[in-house]
């Protein structure tokens, strides 16, 4: 086994021994630059700037004063940026490829939100100013507000919660404020289909309510009789994605919101999968009491590493008294933020807390409205219509090749499973491995869990015919020659990438999350 200096593997662990000269003499492959840790540089004793000791003046800190030396290491201005861009070069971005991973709505980031969300009056703004002088920025809130509940029909949004799980907590805490308003706190029982995201299950019991799992029926859907079977007087609510993680709408959800409320409970709707139907359903007709948008998902706001999430979330009437604070209201000609509890309840508010220290994400609310603009509303239906339609097509381009889960049109995303690799010594995470060599970052695997071995792909709208036909042409020729015996195509892969099969196990159950010096066995090791 290769060994870095500092003991890291520089070749996979679990791959055969590559041919001659696969090994280079610099550890650089192609023009792909090897890149240390910016730790393992040993640059303890440099610094980027210097500034003179002053003269003369004796330090006024006393014992304070550091003896040792700091500990970071020192670059350059290039240095810096060389070990930054390097990096940002091992990495796959939207920027650079199809990014098809089902559930996740990796669409393209417009630039002219970047734009907006850079005018001084939205970034060089502090939450802390007089509230006089972001007069506009509140006017920017609310009006995103207005169009997140004309596009939902619904009468209350939180803009505060950071992300789609934060506003899945929100929604439930809501749901907890108004159970344990009517007296009713004996209701702990929450209904969440087998095939929900992990964070709905995680997010009921957070708030202190625990989950009854509902089967999925032979064609994706909530299993209704299942459904019937488990209502009762102990249920608070249903999580419940539309369209859900199988990429399929739930036909019988009047029906399920119906049973819901005449049960006493309250209907919570995993709004991820919105773009899927934005401008074309709205929640609030479906009965819905609560659900979170994904900002960085539907309105194109960046995900992740890109950019921090954002995930405002819709109340209906018998919910929204209980928003969270701080909001913002209009009053009068002017603008202003409600952020204590007098001051909500003399607004007939009941907020069950507070989750943020201010108001939300403002650089992704800038963005997501500069997105909703720039498309009206006759874009904002036709973007879902093209999502739902980008992935008919990849769903029709591969049901021969691949085992496509359920029988019919899908909406926004194609659910796979394994049975095309049945016998091929192939298994999903191999099939994924093998389009990181093609140039592609797999889609989501293994989820969700209610088909064997899936591959969710959701293309987005934001992709052309042409490039949606390349990567159908290349997962077509992987499907073959998976089926045609080449199976170390799979299991070698990927051969390409910079770092090859890691221990994802290894790393999520024993994280290393300090770097320590390398001992010097592990440098002489090989
Ligand atoms: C992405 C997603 C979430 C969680 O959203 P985050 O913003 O990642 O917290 C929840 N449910 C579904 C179905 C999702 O796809």
Redesign the pocket.
């Known amino acids: 086994m290769a060994m870095n200096t500092q003991g890291r593997p520089s070749r996979p662990l679990h791959t055969p021994d590559p041919g001659a000269y696969d090994d280079t003499f610099s550890g650089s492959k192609g023009l792909d630059q090897a890149e240390p840790l910016i730790f393992e540089r040993q640059t303890y004793d440099k610094t980027g700037v210097d500034f003179e000791a002053p003269k003369g003046k004796p330090s006024r800190l006393g014992a304070l004063e550091r003896s040792d030396d700091l500990g970071l290491p020192g670059l350059s201005e290039p240095e810096a940026m060389r070990h930054y861009v390097r990096l940002s070069r091992k990495n796959y971005a939207i920027d650079i490829g199809l990014y098809p991973l089902g559930?996740?709505?990796m669409k393209h980031n417009p630039r002219l939100n970047e734009k907006l969300a850079r005018l001084p009056g939205f970034s060089d703004i502090h939450p802390l100013q007089p509230q006089s002088t972001v007069q506009g920025a509140f006017e920017l809130i609310g009006d995103l507000a207005h169009w997140l509940m004309t596009l939902t029909n619904m009468p209350t949004v939180a803009m505060s919660p950071k992300?789609?799980?934060?506003?899945?907590l929100c929604g439930m805490m809501a749901i907890r404020a108004a159970l344990d308003a009517r007296g009713e706190s004996h209701r702990r029982r929450v209904l969440v289909p087998e095939s929900?995201?992990?964070?709905?299950p995680a997010t009921a019991v957070q708030c202190g309510f625990h989950v009854d799992e509902i089967p999925a029926n032979a064609i994706g859907r909530v299993d209704m009789e299942a459904f019937k079977a488990k209502l009762g007087d102990d249920v608070a609510a249903i999580m419940l994605?539309n369209p859900n993680?199988c990429g399929l709408f739930e036909s019988d959800i009047r029906e399920i919101a119906d049973l819901m409320h005449e049960a006493g409970g309250y209907f919570y709707c995993?709004g991820?999968?919105f773009n899927a139907i934005s401008g074309r359903v709205r929640p609030g007709d479906l009965g819905v009491d609560a659900m979170?948008f994904?900002l960085?998902?539907t309105y194109s706001t960046p995900?992740g590493g890109g950019g921090p999430?954002?995930?405002p979330t819709v109340l209906s009437e018998a919910l929204a008294k209980f928003a969270p604070l701080p909001f913002v209201i209009k009053d009068g000609d002017s603008w202003r933020m409600v952020e204590d509890e007098a001051d909500a309840k003399a607004q007939g508010a009941d907020p069950f807390g507070r989750m943020v220290a201010f108001h939300g994400q403002m650089g992704m609310f800038t963005r997501a409205m500069s997105y909703m603009l720039s498309h009206g509303a006759d874009g904002l239906k036709m973007a879902s219509e093209d999502a739902v339609l980008n992935a008919n097509y990849v769903l029709a381009r591969l049901k021969n090749v691949m085992t496509p889960s359920f029988d019919g049109l899908c909406m926004h995303e194609a659910l796979f499973d394994d049975r095309f690799l049945k016998d091929t010594g192939v298994t999903t995470l191999d099939f994924a491995k093998a389009m990181i060599d093609e140039g592609y970052h797999p889609m989501t695997m293994y989820f969700p869990l209610v088909v064997h071995g899936a591959m969710l792909i959701e293309p987005t709208e934001s992709e052309s015919k042409a490039s949606v036909d390349r990567f159908c042409d290349t997962l077509e020729a992987l499907a073959g020659a998976a089926k045609a015996g080449e199976t170390e195509r799979f299991t070698a892969a990927p051969r390409f990438a910079p770092a090859k099969r890691l221990d994802e196990t290894r790393a999520a159950r024993q994280p290393v999350l300090r770097w320590t010096p390398p001992s010097t066995d592990a440098q002489a090791a090989e």
């Open positions: 559930s996740c709505t992300a789609g799980a934060h506003g899945e929900a995201h992990g964070t709905n994605t993680t995993d991820a999968n979170h994904n960085h998902k995900h999430g954002s995930g």
